[in-house]
């Protein structure tokens, strides 16, 4: 079997189509939506008093199933694209133990994740995937694929476990309630076995944590989405401090990704109108060259 399998690679069936996230956040119509105050202008959080409630639940609920599909991809990839050691280019047993058991529950997770989204009303596909998850665990360094996969991405998972928790709570739907709070509970595990290997592979070389942890920040930011993150009441994503805590971040580690979260808000503002001036540039040329 193939080492570092790329993301082009992976085994997905006619039902599955892929989307850029970064394409799909610098929407050019993303500006002139909000110049007109078209589409919602209130706080953007997910309440059952929201028409477009049910849509938003299904689709955040087709965006974990990819996750949890590609986290599965991600820890068994670990196990095998590395030699059993204790060198930089190795993994050790111990580590490929912890992977082995992630890939366990990262496939329970992917059955319960297609029992909710029937449940909700979703099929299989419905929604693109963004490949993303995958990509940080194709990282050279196992290190690296910890940081950026277990504490970056499944840090986040921890903070979108907590708000559909809540949303099922709030909307009277049991099933939904507990099926995130069961995988919440695997995901602070995951989260906290990267926090541990990470202290554990990098105890005595600073290099190595500086670049671990510098490539977790640039994955915390890109995959903040434009700010959908924070700790504000209407935050859609609100950051779950306790259960971070929970999985070894420390207080100031939270703090930078709740100011992470508001820096890639202004930079997704800028992506769009870029975007947008892109656009209009092209119109007025083919409009200057008609006439
Ligand atoms: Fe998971
Ligand atoms: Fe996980």
């Not at 028409?51 to 991600?74: K, N, W």
């Amino acid at each position: 079997m193939k080492k570092m399998l790329p993301v082009e690679e992976l085994a997905r069936d006619e039902r599955f189509r892929r989307v850029n996230i970064f394409d799909a956040a610098a929407d050019p119509r993303t500006v002139r939506n909000r110049d007109e105050s078209k589409g919602r202008t209130g706080p953007q959080k997910l309440t059952p008093d929201r028409a477009d409630a049910p849509d938003g639940a299904r689709q955040l609920m087709h965006g974990i199933f990819m996750g949890e599909v590609q986290a599965l991809e991600g820890a068994g990839r670990t196990c095998w694209d590395f030699e059993t050691g204790p060198g930089r280019e190795q993994a050790p047993f111990d580590l490929k133990l912890d992977m082995a058991r992630q890939c366990w529950d990262e496939t329970r997770h992917v059955e319960i994740s297609v029992k909710l989204g029937e449940w909700m009303g979703t099929e299989v596909g419905e929604f693109a995937e963004a490949t993303f998850l995958y990509e940080a665990a194709c990282n050279p360094d196992p290190v690296l694929r910890l940081t950026g996969v277990n504490r970056a991405l499944e840090g986040l998972a921890i903070d979108i476990f907590n708000t559909m928790r809540d949303f099922g709570k709030v909307s009277g739907d049991p099933m939904l309630e507990f099926c995130e709070d069961w995988m919440l509970a695997d995901e602070v595990t995951h989260v906290k076995m990267g926090s541990d290997w990470l202290r554990r592979l990098t105890d005595k070389d600073p290099e190595r944590r500086a670049n671990a942890l510098e490539f977790q920040r640039i994955v915390d930011k890109l995959f903040s989405l434009g700010g959908f993150r924070g700790e504000e009441e209407d935050s859609p994503i609100r950051l779950a401090r306790r259960f971070r805590e929970l999985a070894g971040f420390k207080d100031e580690e939270i703090d930078e990704i709740a100011e992470l979260s508001a820096e890639s808000r202004n930079d997704a503002i800028a992506l769009q109108q870029d975007a947008a001036a892109k656009v209009e540039a092209k119109v007025a040329a083919a409009a200057s060259a008609e006439s």
